[in-house]
């Protein structure tokens, strides 16, 4: 297991990317209907606007953005890690934990991804807030999901291949 350890940091480099480029993929659909992509759900946009009488955007999610960026920042510091600093145990143990925390976070973001996307409309000048609870997962987020998930197991398996004694 020990001479696959690289593969698995690269992996997990990979599966971190791709989260990144879902970002740009659907992300919530209603009825096979595109709502909308990873950008408007984490950086927020007007959807629908008519005048002073109607209006409906969607929020600034810190959680989604922090989904997608997150497993890249721990990937990048795990090769880090396991190029650079072979020798120090603990450097990687805490880099190894980082990664598998932020990738199982991603997860649980990605796999209830329309109650972490809220949006707020108007009518008649009476504002509402609400999240997409109803709206299903589109492909974007079934990749980034699936990516996340192959990211924290090969972390995890990375940290036990790393530390088991053989």
């Known amino acids: 297991m020990k001479k696959y350890e690289h593969l698995m940091v690269l992996g997990a480099l990979a599966a971190s990317i791709l989260i990144i480029l879902t970002i740009f993929f659907p992300a919530l659909k209603n009825d096979n209907t595109i709502i909308m992509n990873g950008l408007k759900a984490t950086f927020g946009g007007e ?8 209006s409906g955007k969607v929020n600034f999610n810190v959680l989604n953005l922090l989904a997608f960026i997150l497993p890249l920042t721990a990937a990048v510091l795990l090769y880090y890690g396991s190029v650079k600093k072979r020798k120090q145990k603990m450097f990687n143990l805490s880099l190894n934990l980082f990664a598998i925390a932020t990738f199982i976070f991603s997860v649980i973001v990605f796999a209830d991804f329309g109650l972490y996307t809220t949006g707020t409309g108007t009518l008649l000048g009476m504002t509402e807030t ?37």
């Open 47 to 54: 959807i629908v606007s008519y005048g002073s009488f109607l």
């Open 130 to 166: 609400f999240d997409y609870t109803g709206a299903k997962q589109a492909y974007g987020i079934v990749i980034a999901l699936v990516a996340a998930t192959t990211g924290s197991v090969l972390s995890i398996v990375h940290l036990v291949s790393k530390f088991s004694k053989r």
